[in-house]
Structures are given as structure tokens and as C-alpha cells.
């Protein structure tokens, strides 16, 4: 889902007003201008106020972009004055964190850092393609202060409003133009601007009876910086943050990596003291989790070898199929880059997903090939024949496998962005295989396999049925073979004597069956349900909220006592860093594209890496829930998705839950939310229940007397003014730049009274204020300050004002704690205000949005592919019959689900979709054979015993090695390996129980839809 974010600015406007006065008017202007709107959302802070337009799938962003950008020019003229146009940015569900720079240095301070980061670290690091680097954290911002002396200022009847204005009017920065003198043309430069800092304080503010009162007489102009607003700690000491996101269509290896190869030689053109060291690398998870990917690959590719050398006995026939795989997953990787895919997580793990069934297509070929040659036809014959024979319902398998993948690519939202790709990479592993099983494998064969030759035929033949007794050879390999093939018969002609048990006894067995199955499904309520496994990323991520309203100095200190009170927790060999990123960054950008639930001062978070020999971060995370809020009262404390896959599940939000209530009364939704808040907090397995949006936010409010003020010749505006200035700064209302002529950057010139010359009331009430017509007073004698609360965020979504309750699961799924949720809503429904609405939203909708989809389009699918099977058959019971060996596999899969203890999720569902086609290709095999015998019989019993017995090898060939290609998978090995092993065990599951109905009860039951009707004398597809 693609989103364009609109960050608005005004320093020292208040949410109230942010939110009135700037947010709501825009939000309608977008709302009646810009098409193709999903939903907006927005957020009011002090100063910034960010919009957030969703747009439904598929929208062109160019022209979505054209249409924000154009309507936020036009609204301009209704806006406070002073403001500037917003900030237009563009992201999706993958623009998360992926690397962190931090930078520190022994002799620099937090403002030359701060400055480095920002004007020339950063522009540098923003060509790497594919990578957005918003203002670093931390650090002070260098401005050229002019901090004010409010005593001066009333010794002199100024306020901070005439500086401002001087400051204005004083530092022009506009050309002057060009003399034409004699035979040149001269341009002609002003000093309106000073070229040093030191010259500010020569600049005249007014002049009183002959005397001039410059800048130095009222206030002190040095390089500084404003108050600090965010602050950053790594281990204890102070630095500056840089995030680098990915935002584009690079891969994270890609861009961390060309990040890593740009440091060297920035480095070079920086302060040799400081130093930048790299952080929460998300690319080190992503290798970890592809080389596990990838090793579990090999490793199931060798396995599955291993097995096809063991059934089939020749080395030459297992050299073909082995060859056929990796030129498979090269075909694949190829039309994956073809299609703009990448090699991540997902690709990957669709092309171990297509391993096992990789082999499928050359082995039925071989098999069906050494058949032929066993019946002592020449090699090229063979190879002809049994080709032929075996196309059409090769490619009927074939086609039924992709058919089941189809739903995953009309995925909703991020589970679509997820799992298409997976989808795409088995579904062109699986094509390239059938070509090559129809071009490369019957090549190959005709250069290796040789003749059976009627000397030692019998040898063969007893090597692959084991019916012409003991081989002569003293080959350990050989005789390994045929005992093999010894056992193998045995347990082939026990599987005889069972079938022909079942088809003696059908009208008792297909019950018996049909009931297990039906039992089996009773479990599914049992699993739990979580939209993607949690994943190990070796990093916990906290939220610190102290009292609404604390100053940054305070907050602070209690990370201190946070931080001394986590190391007492996690042994100090399993730390490696610990990174404090306090308050709210200076920039509306990073509140953009990075929303960690922070609104204000007193909101932090806490990233704490790990080593690599960890304890699980579950159990962490559990203990420090314990640990910390009975440590430190008065302090809430929620944890936050560390790595990147649920960073991109939770599209930006602070929690997988999230309960939005929006209506048009906000005190009256906050009321409300705040009941729905305590219920939630008692059901069991929910952790981390806060509300995001505060309404108790410390605030002073001025009541003014105009009619008194305007007696002494001040009006409101000047008050305005006046305290603005001194308390936000001028740089909002009148901007004014000074140019560096050493680094060719323009730093703000701000007019401020410094934060100690206001930390009282009784300074606040002796701020001076200055009337146009020359009156002067202070603030005090204008009006009075009263203390009350206030918003310290406003949340809108679709134009309405909206509460948002966070939460998370702890030690339970998240699809049963969403139940309770949602049962706790129902229960609150009556007391819903009038107007308002409650959604459950976040992972929790996007789970639900998945699942349906996945189900929906499963039923769909096994539709399809019944069709095909029509058409393919020209029949209608045998499709029937065919597809009667899929509620067996979903029986497996509940099983093997809930004897592991893994909940259902949307890789879970994954492999059930796999699973549905394998399992459909292997009863193609087993009817479209027994449809031969049919016609060739009369005999519905004796057709199905025969084909049950002759295909009982390559069934059960192609069933062991999708089961052996997925053990490496389900084993969940390995960085992220927690994420793909539902997928591998519910293919193992569903397989094995899918296997043993396709052997035995798909032969019942097709004797059962033949028992009273002859065999069809007509020509139906052959099978290998």
C-alpha cells in the first residue's frame, strides 16, 4: 500500500491549534482533490503537525504525489502566517530502520557532530540507491543565537519582538544589482549581510534620544544551539544517531553494504577524531537468515539425491535428476530478476520450498524411461516412449501445483508485498523444471544411460524389482542396493495386502477414514492463529514514557537508572551495545517515516543488542517486564518489534494491536477508550496495554485584558509576538540566515531568550512587551497565567479525531488475544458514544484480511484445478476422486501443527497450498493409471489394486522427497529460521497423511465410483 506523508511546520504552535488551525483544513482540501484515498491519518504535535495519505493498491504514485503536492500549495493562503509549504515524502510497508551510524568523538561537541551529520554525512550517504536519510538524532542543532536579556530588554522599553524585527530589517540578503562604469560592468555587493558572527552584535535596534541601542546592549550573539530536544546515548555517553532506511527497490545486503564502502572515504574529509560506528545492522540478520535459507537448500537437494540414488540404484540416473535441480533454480532466479524480484528472505525460501518438488518432474521421467528400458528397448526408443507417455500428466501436475499457488498473489496489503514473491519463485522453479525434464533430461539420458543389454538384464531387473534373486557382485554398494530393494518389495507387498484389505472392506473403511479425518479437523481451534512467526532478531527494543510532560533533562536521568537497572538484568556478556535515543527529533521527517509511539519530552527508546550466544529475546523480554515497572513508578514501559520482517508486518505502527476509536467528541472517545483500556488490560496473554494519545500535557495559559493593553498602546498581536519570539524564537515568524563562509552552509539567526531566563512564572509574567505606537509592559501586567492540561498529541483518522489503544501478546497467539479483544468491545459496545466507532486494527487486520484471502482463494483454487482435471479426464467422478485426498492433507497438517506446538499462520497456510498440489499431482498419477487398467480389465477392484501397487514407487518417490527437501525447514534453524518452519512442517504433515490417502484411499474410492458401470473403451491420458 503506498503512502505520502505531508509533514507540516510551525515551531511553537501548540497541538491544539497544529491540529485546528492546520491539519483539519488540509485534510478536507485533500480529501475533495486527491483521488484513489484509501484512508488519511494524522498527528498533531507541538510545532509539527504529519498527515499520512494510504492509497488504495495500484494507485500511480506520480500522479497521487502531483495531486498532495499541488493541494498543499494551494492552501497556503488559509494557514497561519508564517507557515511554509510541507514537506512531501513517499514510502511503503518496506521503508523501515535498517542500519544506525552512531557518531561520537573525544574533542568535538554535540553541536559540530550534529553539523557534520547533517550537512555533510548525510547528503553524501542519500546517493546510495535505494537508502533515505532522515536528520540524525540527537546532538544539538547549530544555530547563530541571539540570546536575549529580559532585564536589558526593560531597562531599554524593548521587547523580544523589536529584536526580531531589527534582526529582520538589519540582515537583508537581497542583490543589489550591476554599474555599468566606463568599459566594464561591475555587480555591485552590499555589506547587508554581516560575514561574521561577531557583527551581529553592531546591529541597531533603535535609537533613543540620540543614542543607539545595538544588538550587544540586550543580548549575547554566539554560534550555539537551541534548547536540546532529543539526545542520544550509546553505552552511557552521548552521540548522534543516523538511521538509514531502506526506501527503495535495493536490496537491505545492498544498501547496508554500499553504505559500509561510502564510510572509508567520508572519512577522509572529516575530523580525525570522530569516529562512526555502525549499529543495528539489519543486513547481518537478512545474510544470516538467506545463508540459512540457502544451507537448508544444499542441504535438502543433497538429501533428496541421496534418496533418488537409493530408489532408483544408478548413479547415472541420479546424476541426471541431481543436475536438473540447480539449472532449475537458476532458471528460477533469472525470471526472478526479470521480474524486478530480489534475492531476500521470501525468494529464497519459495526456491527451498521448490526443491523437493524440483526433482519430481526428471524422476518420474528417468523412472518412466528405465521402465522402458527393462522391457529391452534401445536407449533412444526409450527415451522417446517414455517421454511421450508421461507429458500429459506431467504437465496436468504441473499445472495443478501453480493453480494452487495463484491466491498468494491476490494477497492483500503486506501479506500480498510479503508472499507473492515466494509464490513467483516456486511457480518458476516449477516450470523451468518441467522444461528441462522435457528437454535437458532426455538429453542427458541419451549420452549416459546404456542399453540393458539381455547378458545382464536379469541384473538390472533385480537390482529394480528385486524379483530375479541375489545379484552376483562384490560391490558393497550394489549389495547395499538390493537388500534395499528386498526390503523395499516386502514392504510394497504388505502395502498390497492393506489395500486389497480396504477395497474388500470399502463401505467400512471410506467411514472410518472420512471420521478420522473429520476428528482430525476438531484440533484446528486449538493451533492459534499469528499472522507470521516471531523471530529471534538478537535485539530488544523498549519504549520509556515518563510522566506526560517531564522535560528531557529529567527524562534523562530516569534512563540512567533504566539502563543500570537492564544491565543488572541481562548478564553483561550478552549485551553489546545499548543505545538511548531520547525526546523527539528535530526534524518532522523522522516523525514521518519512524513512529516508535514518542510524543513528547518524556518518551524514549531503548534498542539493546545482544551477542550472538543470547538466551531467546522472548524470555528477556519477559523478564524485563517483570523487572521494570515495580523498579521505576511513574514510568510505563512497552516493547517494540526489533526486527525488520515485524517492523514491515506492523506497517510502521508501535504494536500488532492496535484499538482505534474515532468519533466526532474527542473528550467523550478518550473517555471511552480509557474504559476499553482497563478491560483489556485483564485478559490473559496481552502485555504492554497503554493509550498513545495523552491529554494532560503541563501547560500555561495567558488570559490578556485587551481593553488595558490597548489603553497602553499594545494589542494582542504585539503580546503575540513579543512571547513568541522570546519563547519559540524568530525564526518561524521571520527567517533570517547567516552564510558560513568557510563551509558554504547557511545557519538560522534566531532571536531567543535563553531557557534560564525563563524558568520561573514570576519570569515568565516579567517578559517585556513593546506596542507599535511605542507603548511598554510586561506580560504580567497584561493579563494573568493560569495552569491547566492540554493535548500533548491529536490524532485524526478520516478527518475525525481518533484514540489509539497499543498492545501486544506475550506467551499467547496473537489471533486468540485479538478474540478477547474483540469480545471486550462487543461487551463495551453500548457505551460507545453516539457517532463514534471502535476498529480492532494493525497486524490483528492484516492477519484477518490474509487468512481470508489465503482460504478463500485455496477453495478457489481447488475449484480450478478440479476443472483442469475435468477437461484433462473428460470426466467428472474421477476429478472427484482425484481431489478426495485433500481433506487428508489438511487432517496431516492440523496434526503436525499441534503435536509442535505451531500456531497457524500465513507460512503455515503457505505450505498448506503446497502441500494441496503435490498431493493432487500424486493421485493424478495413482487414477489416471487405474483408468488404464479400467479399460483394459473391466475390473473397478483389480484396476485400483494394480495401480496402487505400480505406482507405489514413484508416489511415494515423490512424497519422500518434498518430506526430505522440507526437514531442513522445519527443523527452524539458524538467524530467522523460526519464520519458514511452519511452512516445512505443515508440507511434512500434510504430505505424509496426503500419501497414505492417495495410496489407499483414493483406490477405494475410485473402485467405489466405478463399481457399477463397464470400463470407458476410449484413449485416457497414460501415466508414468
Known amino acids: 500500500m503506498p503512502v505520502i506523508a505531508a509533514v507540516w511546520t510551525y515551531r511553537g504552535l501548540p497541538p491544539e491549534d497544529m491540529s485546528g488551525r492546520v491539519i483539519y483544513y488540509y485534510e478536507r482540501q485533500l480529501s475533495s482533490s486527491v483521488s484513489d484515498i484509501d484512508h488519511i491519518e494524522s498527528q498533531s504535535l507541538a510545532g509539527i503537525g504529519i498527515v499520512k495519505i494510504f492509497f488504495r493498491p495500484g494507485v500511480d504514485i506520480r500522479t497521487a504525489t502531483a495531486q498532495v503536492t499541488s493541494t498543499s500549495q494551494t492552501v497556503l493562503k488559509q494557514m497561519p502566517p508564517g507557515i511554509t509549504p510541507p514537506l512531501i515524502l513517499n514510502y511503503n510497508a518496506s521503508t523501515v530502520p535498517i542500519l544506525q551510524l552512531a557518531m561520537s568523538s573525544s574533542s568535538l561537541g554535540e553541536q559540530k557532530i550534529f553539523d557534520l551529520g547533517q550537512n555533510f554525512i548525510r547528503p553524501a550517504l542519500a546517493s546510495v540507491q535505494g537508502a533515505a536519510i532522515p536528520s540524525p538524532y540527537g546532538g544539538r542543532e547549530r544555530q547563530i543565537q541571539i540570546d536575549l536579556d529580559p532585564a536589558a530588554l526593560q531597562a531599554h522599553h524593548l521587547s523580544a519582538a523589536d529584536v526580531g524585527a531589527a534582526l529582520a530589517a538589519q540582515n537583508q540578503i537581497v542583490p543589489a544589482g550591476t554599474a555599468r562604469i566606463g568599459a566594464f560592468e561591475y555587480n555591485i555587493r552590499l555589506n547587508n549581510s554581516p560575514q561574521a558572527i561577531a557583527e551581529l552584535n553592531d546591529l541597531p535596534i533603535r535609537t533613543v534620544d540620540g543614542a543607539t541601542i545595538t544588538m550587544r546592549d540586550v543580548a549575547f550573539v554566539h554560534d550555539g544551539s537551541p534548547p536540546q530536544r532529543n539526545e542520544v546515548r550509546v553505552d552511557g555517553h552521548r552521540a548522534v544517531l543516523m538511521t538509514v532506511l531502506k526506501a527503495g527497490s535495493a536490496s537491505t545486503i545492498a544498501i547496508v553494504d554500499n553504505v559500509r564502502a561510502l564510510l ?33 537448500g544444499v542441504i535438502a537437494a543433497a538429501l533428496t539425491s541421496l534418496m533418488i540414488l537409493l530408489f532408483l540404484g544408478s548413479w547415472r540416473s541420479t546424476l541426471i535428476i541431481a543436475t536438473s535441480i540447480p539449472l532449475a533454480v537458476l532458471a528460477a532466479v533469472a525470471m526472478l530478476a526479470a521480474t524486478g524480484e530480489t534475492l531476500n528472505i521470501m525468494t529464497l525460501g519459495g526456491l527451498a520450498l521448490a526443491v523437493g518438488i524440483l526433482v519430481d518432474d526428471a524422476t518420474v521421467t528417468i523412472e518412466n524411461i528405465n521402465w522402458h528400458l527393462e522391457q529391452g528397448k534401445g536407449v533412444r526408443d526409450a527415451i522417446l516412449d517414455g517421454a511421450r507417455q508421461i507429458v500429459q500428466p ?36 516449477m516450470i523451468a523444471s518441467f522444461v528441462l525434464s522435457r528437454t535437458l533430461v532426455p538429453t542427458m539420458g541419451n549420452y549416459l544411460l546404456r542399453d540393458h543389454a539381455s547378458g545382464h538384464t536379469v541384473e538390472i531387473m533385480a537390482s529394480h524389482d528385486a524379483q530375479a534373486g541375489r545379484p552376483h557382485t562384490h560391490n558393497p554398494l550394489r549389495r547395499f542396493q538390493h537388500a534395499f530393494e528386498l526390503r523395499f518389495e516386502a514392504v510394497r507387498g504388505w502395502y498390497g495386502q492393506m489395500l486389497a484389505y480396504a477395497l474388500a472392506h470399502r463401505r467400512r473403511f471410506i467411514p472410518w477414514f472420512l471420521g478420522i479425518v473429520v476428528l482430525s479437523l476438531l484440533l484446528v481451534p486449538f493451533l492459534g492463529r499469528n499472522f507470521f512467526p516471531s523471530v529471534d532478531s538478537g535485539q530488544i527494543a523498549i519504549h520509556v514514557r515518563a510522566p506526560v510532560g517531564t522535560r528531557i533533562e529529567e527524562t534523562a536521568a530516569r534512563f540512567d537508572r533504566i539502563e543500570a537497572s537492564i544491565r543488572q538484568t541481562i548478564p553483561t556478556r550478552e549485551i553489546v551495545s545499548i543505545v538511548d535515543n531520547i525526546g523527539l527529533p528535530v526534524s518532522g521527517i523522522n516523525r514521518a517515516y519512524s513512529n516508535t509511539g514518542g510524543i513528547g519530552p518524556q518518551d524514549g527508546d531503548i534498542l539493546v543488542t545482544l551477542s550472538e550466544d543470547h538466551h531467546p529475546v522472548a524470555d528477556w523480554t519477559r523478564r524485563l517486564r517483570e523487572v521494570l515497572p515495580p523498579a521505576h513508578p511513574g514510568t510505563s514501559f512497552s516493547f517494540l518489534p526489533a526486527d525488520i520482517v515485524s517492523q514491515i508486518l506492523n506497517f510502521g505502527a508501535p504494536a500488532p494491536i492496535d484499538v482505534m476509536v474515532t468519533g466526532p467528541d474527542a473528550r467523550a472517545n478518550e473517555a471511552y477508550a480509557r474504559l476499553v483500556a482497563g478491560r483489556m488490560q485483564q485478559i490473559g496473554g496481552i502485555a504492554d496495554v497503554r493509550l498513545q494519545q495523552s491529554t494532560a500535557y503541563p501547560q500555561y495559559a495567558f488570559d490578556g485584558d485587551r481593553a488595558a493593553a490597548e489603553r497602553l498602546g499594545i494589542t494582542e498581536n504585539d503580546i503575540t509576538r513579543s512571547l513568541s519570539t522570546g519563547l519559540s524564537g524568530s525564526f518561524q515568524i521571520a527567517p533570517t540566515f547567516w552564510l558560513n563562509p568557510k563551509n558554504g552552509v ?5 532571536v531567543q531568550a535563553p531557557s534560564y531566563r525563563a524558568d520561573s512564572l514570576s519570569a515568565l509574567e516579567n517578559t517585556p512587551i513593546t506596542g507599535g505606537s511605542g507603548g511598554f509592559q510586561v506580560l504580567g501586567a497584561l493579563g494573568r497565567l493560569r495552569r491547566e492540561p492540554s493535548a500533548a498529541v491529536i490524532s485524526h483518522y478520516a478527518v475525525q479525531p481518533a484514540f489509539d489503544i497499543y498492545a501486544t501478546t506475550q506467551g499467547r497467539d496473537l489471533g486468540s488475544v485479538a478474540g478477547a479483544v474483540q469480545k471486550v468491545l462487543d461487551e463495551t459496545a453500548g457505551q460507545l458514544p453516539p457517532g463514534a466507532a471502535v476498529h480492532l486494527r494493525g497486524q490483528v487486520e492484516t492477519m484477518n484480511a490474509a487468512f481470508s484471502g489465503l482460504l478463500a482463494g485455496l477453495a478457489g483454487a481447488v475449484v480450478l484445478i478440479y476443472l483442469l482435471i475435468v477437461v484433462n479426464f473428460q470426466s467428472w467422478a474421477d476429478p472427484a476422486v482425484i481431489v478426495s485426498a485433500l481433506p487428508a492433507a489438511i487432517a496431516g497438517i492440523v496434526w503436525t501443527l499441534f503435536a509442535t506446538g505451531t500456531t497457524l499462520s500465513v507460512p503455515a497456510l503457505t505450505g498448506a497450498i503446497m502441500c494441496m498440489g503435490v498431493a493432487t499431482a500424486n493421485s493424478v498419477l495413482v487414477v489416471s493409471f487405474a483408468r488404464e487398467r479400467l479399460a483394459a480389465t473391466g475390473d473397478a477392484v483389480r484396476a485400483a489394486l494394480e495401480a496402487g501397487s505400480t505406482r507405489f514407487r514413484p508416489v511415494l518417490m515423490t512424497a519422500l522427497a518434498m518430506i526430505i527437501g522440507m526437514a531442513p525447514m522445519a527443523l527452524g534453524l539458524g538467524e530467522g529460521g523460526e519464520q519458514n518452519a511452519p511452512l516445512g512442517r505443515a508440507v511434512i504433515g500434510g504430505l505424509i497423511f496426503a500419501t497414505v490417502a492417495t495410496l489407499l484411499f483414493v483406490p477405494v474410492v475410485f473402485s467405489l465410483a466405478h463399481r457399477n458401470r463397464p470400463a470407458p473403451d476410449e484413449t485416457v491420458p497414460a501415466a508414468a
Open 394 to 429: 506431467a504437465l496436468v501436475s504441473l499445472l495443478c501445483i501453480c493453480i494452487a499457488f495463484v491466491p498468494m498473489f491476490f494477497l492483500p496489503g503486506v501479506a500480498g508485498f510479503l508472499f507473492a514473491p515466494m509464490a513467483k519463485a516456486v511457480v518458476f522453479a
Open 264 to 296: 572509508p572515504r567520508l572519512a577522509q574529509t572529516l575530523p580525525p577524531s570522530l569516529r562512526v560506528s555502525a549499529l543495528a545492522d539489519q543486513s547481518l540478520f537478512v545474510k544470516a537468515a538467506v545463508s540459512g535459507v540457502i544451507r537448508e
Open 746 to 750: 547557511s545557519y538560522p539567526i534566531v
